[in-house]
């Protein structure tokens, strides 16, 4: 494949008619947010989807009964990008909401985006990622799948690359999707230690001894210990950076304290040497208040500083209501082209998010796999022309590197399919009739 061409938002119309037409994966969609109710049972019907247009045009309060009617709606609009709402009490279609139909059904959604680590990120800002700071979201996948795994048993998890700079998560097992506000509230509770500051100051992470002693903490810091060593301490050179160290230096707030650190470690070289130099002193530091009557504050100084650093940051807004849109997995970011593909959680360490694939990118792989793989004709000598055996049509999403996404994605909705009989079989026990005829 010859080098490709930056993406040129511009021809993103035209991309995305043919994109919707042989590309997005109406098929798993459909049995993922139909969870295994019969197509006469109108479930999916009662759904929420939303389609931005070109101008940022909102289309709120779409419905479709079947997969066909969801498939042509998306090709007649060819949306820039699909939300995804709640499942509703009654169905609604292209009017402003009845008050007396509410959201009843909700995946537990996640949005993770980076422009909300600003305040201690030494490379970007705003929209913009690199390699560098792209790991705070390996991070957090890390420390959020953890949780929802170990400590409240879901299973059925969708990670979803946003398409720029940040991650999606879905949350779809039955208990999860049942799940009303004062619920969802305290998981994302549960999930938070970053807090917002009073009287208007800054937020910050507080953790008392009290916190250390659940192991959902203490497994949690593990992972943001190392991360913090690894990403910012050597990788960035976060010590040796004047940006970086004045950012730690706040952080211990101590004024005192942060006179004698910094004239401590200007003259040592190296970022690790002097985070340890660091460590060591802020160590001495809060030993020295063990006994004083606010020693709470500055008993896990160290701890609290990587957290403010590296741990996740959840738009609480997103997960605590039902009726919150999110964008869908496979919709195209207009800004970047690429395409917002599941992630393998096991695995994200090795997710690239420069490596996802563009649109106008499939469009070329697309073209050069049939290029390459000219169909069969049928040949033969004389009269008898040789019959030559024909297969089923490959995918279009099979000749292209969008064939990754979709494989997890499947994975996915195979999983759930599988829990689904598991709970049907179970139910079927529960009413079959006792025999109490001995």
């Given amino acids: 494949m010859s080098l490709k061409a930056p993406f040129n938002p511009d021809e993103l119309p035209h991309h995305l008619s043919v994109y919707y037409r042989r590309f997005f994966p109406y098929s798993l969609f459909h049995r993922w947010l139909n969870y295994g109710h019969s197509d006469t049972g109108h479930f999916f019907a009662l759904r929420?989807?939303?389609?931005?247009?070109?101008?940022d045009v909102y289309l709120r309060y779409k419905s479709f009964e079947t997969q066909k009617e969801l498939e042509k709606g998306i090709q007649e609009y060819c949306p820039h990008k699909i939300d995804i709402g709640p499942v509703y009490s009654a169905r609604i279609k292209d009017v402003k909401l009845n008050p007396l139909i509410v959201p009843v059904e909700r995946e537990l959604i996640f949005d993770i985006d980076m422009t909300d680590y600003d305040e201690v990120r030494l490379c970007c800002s705003s929209a913009n990622i690199c390699s560098k700071c792209w790991p705070l979201m390996t991070l957090a996948i890390k420390v959020i799948h953890r949780v929802l795994t170990e400590d409240f048993g879901f299973q059925n998890i969708l990670w979803v690359y946003s398409g720029r700079r940040g991650i999606h998560c879905w949350i779809a097992d039955k208990k999860a999707r049942n799940l009303k506000s004062p619920a969802r509230h305290?998981?994302?509770?549960?999930?938070?230690?970053i807090k917002a500051g009073l009287?208007?100051?800054?937020r910050r992470a507080v953790l008392s001894n009290f916190d250390l002693e659940y192991q959902a903490?203490?497994?949690?810091?593990?992972l943001v210990r190392n991360h913090f060593l690894k990403n910012l301490v050597r990788d960035q050179g976060l010590m040796e950076s004047e940006k970086g160290l004045a950012k730690v230096l706040a952080m211990l707030e101590d004024q005192e304290l942060i006179a004698k650190v910094r004239a401590a470690i200007e003259p040592i070289n190296g970022s690790e040497r002097r985070w340890d130099k660091?460590?060591?002193m802020v160590g001495d530091y809060v030993a020295s208040k063990k006994r004083n009557?606010?020693?709470?504050?500055?008993?896990?100084?160290?701890?609290?500083l990587q957290v403010m650093f590296c741990y996740p940051r959840l738009d609480i807004n997103v997960s605590h209501g039902l009726n919150h849109l999110l964008k869908s997995p496979f919709s195209v970011h207009p800004k970047t082209g690429r395409v917002c593909v599941p992630i393998n959680p096991d695995q994200a360490d090795q997710f690239d998010p420069f490596a996802v694939p563009t649109i106008?990118?499939?469009?070329?792989?697309?073209?050069?796999y049939d290029?390459?793989?000219?169909?069969?004709?049928?040949?033969g000598t004389g009269d008898e022309p040789t019959t030559v055996p024909t297969k089923p049509p490959i995918p279009d999403w099979k000749k292209t590197s969008l064939k990754e996404g979709i494989t997890i994605f499947e994975t996915f909705v195979r999983k759930l399919e599988i829990n689904w009989k598991r709970e049907k079989a179970k139910e079927n026990i529960k009413t079959e009739p006792v025999d109490t005829d001995f």
Wanted: charged share 30%; with cysteine.
């Fill in 199 to 202: 009287q208007g100051k800054e």
């Fill in 217 to 222: 903490v203490s497994k949690s810091l593990h």
């Fill in 48 to 55: 929420e989807f939303c389609f931005t247009l070109k101008d």
């Fill in 278 to 280: 660091l460590t060591d």
């Fill in 360 to 368: 106008d990118q499939l469009l070329e792989e697309m073209s050069d």
């Fill in 186 to 193: 305290a998981i994302i509770e549960y999930l938070t230690l």
């Fill in 293 to 304: 009557q606010d020693s709470w504050k500055t008993s896990n100084m160290l701890d609290e």
């Fill in 371 to 379: 290029k390459a793989h000219p169909p069969l004709s049928a040949t």
